[in-house]
Structures are given as C-alpha cells and as structure tokens.
C-alpha cells in the first residue's frame, strides 16, 4: 500500500489585538459646536424659505399675467379661437394657483423647524455660558485645594521634623545621662578603693597592757 505524504500545516498566525484609542472628546466645546452647527441648519431652512418667497412672488406675477390673458379670451369667448384660448389661460391659472398654494404651504411649514432649532441654539449657547462659568469657579476650587494640599503636606512635614528633632534630641539626653551615670559610678568605686582603713581605739592597747600597770595607773586609766 502507498503511503500518503501528509503535508505539515503551517500555524496559523494570530493577529495582534490592536487597542482601539478612546476618542476624547472635549465636554466644554460641545455646546458651543452644537450651536455652531444649529446656526448652519438654521441658515440653510432661511435660505430655502427665502427661495420659496421667490417662487410665491413669481406665482403671484405668473398668475395676474395668465388673468390677464384669460379676460381678453373671455371676450374673444364667442369665437372659436377665443374659447380655445380661454380654455388654456384657465388651465394655466388652475395649475399657477395649485404651485402658488405649494409653495406658501412648504414656505409656512418651514416657521416651526426654523423656530425649534432657534430655541436648541439659544439652549446650548446658554449652557455654554454657564459652562465657562462653572470653568471659571472649578479653577478657583482648584487652585485652592491644591494650595490646601500643599500647606498640609508643608504642616505633617513640619511636625514630622520636629517630632524626629525631640527624638534625637531625647536619645542624646538618654546617651548624656547614662554616660554621666557610668561616670558617677566609677569616680564611687575609685573613692571607695581609696579609703584609708581606720586605727583601732587606745583603748585596746591600754587594756593590753593593764596588766602590767601599777595600782595608780590603773586608777587613773580608770578614772
């Protein structure tokens, strides 16, 4: 039987996780770029208003020309030409009026979302105010609780040079007091071996020698 080769698989390579950086988004412009960006929408609604306005004028003098038109085919009416000609400026202002009530419906409903953006910016504009404020005063804090950390930390190393400085200056006392003790000590044990041992009484020399002492001797020793 052959034998199959079977190939060595090559290990699989792992992709090295790549930590996706944070976005960091900086809170105290937010509301002033939402406003900024408000501004443009509210701007661009304006500008498509304002085209509307256009149109409505350009409906309303579209429509006085084809009324225009359409009384000078009403006279003409009994004719043949005539009525066709009335037919079509009649057509022609149906559709003017239908254009012209679009564009005054597209041009009024632009007022609410116009208004409501107006109310968001005037929102975020006051938050930013009060944002810069409440900036103002965390700067203050700050700066006061970073000059209390420090007049702490000034204080507990104060304390903690002064309670060393008694240390050492307790252990120097102790060191002085036991040296001055030990000194004490060998001047007792130097004055102690240097004592002279006292004379026995003459009493004792006397009382030796009572015995061979005359009777008037005695007597006086005794006396």
Same mark, same amino acid.
């Given at each position: 039987?052959?034998?199959?080769?079977?190939?060595?698989?090559?290990?699989? #390579?792992?992709?090295?996780?790549?930590?996706?950086?944070?976005?960091?988004?900086?809170?105290?412009?937010?509301?002033?770029?939402?406003?900024?960006?408000?501004?443009?929408?509210?701007?661009?609604? /304006?500008?498509?208003?304002?085209?509307?306005?256009?149109? %409505?004028?350009?409906?309303?003098?579209?429509? /006085?020309?084809?009324?225009? #038109?359409?009384?000078?085919?009403?006279?003409?009416?009994?004719?043949?030409?005539? @009525?066709?000609?009335?037919?079509?400026?009649?057509?022609?202002?149906?559709?003017?009026?239908?254009?012209? @009530?679009?564009?005054?419906?597209?041009?009024?409903?632009?007022?609410?979302?116009?208004?409501?953006?107006?109310?968001?910016?005037? /929102?975020?504009?006051?938050?930013?105010?009060?944002?810069?404020?409440?900036?103002?005063?965390?700067?203050? @804090?700050?700066?006061?609780?970073?000059?209390?950390?420090? $007049?702490?930390? $000034? /204080?507990?190393?104060?304390?903690?040079? !002064?309670?060393? $400085?008694?240390?050492? =200056?307790?252990?120097? $006392?102790?060191?002085?007091?036991?040296?001055?003790?030990?000194?004490? &000590?060998?001047?007792?044990? &130097?004055?102690?071996?240097?004592?002279?041992?006292? #004379? !026995?009484?003459?009493?004792? %020399?006397?009382? =030796?020698?009572?015995?061979?002492?005359?009777?008037?001797?005695?007597?006086?020793?005794?006396?």
């Amino acid at each position: 039987m052959s034998r199959r080769k079977t190939a060595k698989r090559a290990p699989k #390579r792992r992709s090295p996780n790549h930590a996706t950086p944070t976005a960091t988004i900086n809170l105290q412009k937010v509301p002033a770029q939402m406003a900024a960006q408000l501004n443009k929408d509210i701007a661009n609604l /304006k500008q498509q208003q304002s085209q509307l306005s256009k149109d %409505i004028n350009e409906w309303n003098a579209e429509i /006085k020309k084809i009324t225009t #038109r359409a009384t000078a085919a009403k006279a003409k009416s009994h004719t043949k030409a005539g @009525a066709k000609q009335l037919k079509k400026a009649n057509n022609e202002l149906k559709a003017a009026n239908q254009s012209l @009530a679009k564009a005054k419906k597209a041009a009024q409903a632009m007022d609410k979302p116009i208004e409501a953006l107006k109310d968001q910016q005037a /929102k975020f504009v006051a938050l930013q105010k009060h944002i810069n404020q409440f900036e103002k005063i965390w700067a203050v @804090a700050l700066k006061n609780a970073k000059a209390e950390r420090a $007049a702490k930390a $000034a /204080k507990a190393a104060k304390a903690a040079k !002064e309670a060393q $400085a008694a240390k050492a =200056a307790k252990a120097k $006392a102790k060191k002085t007091s036991s040296k001055k003790s030990k000194t004490r &000590s060998n001047n007792i044990s &130097s004055e102690t071996n240097n004592v002279i041992p006292a #004379r !026995e009484p003459e009493v004792e %020399i006397y009382n =030796a020698n009572m015995d061979d002492a005359s009777p008037e001797d005695n007597k006086k020793m005794n006396s």
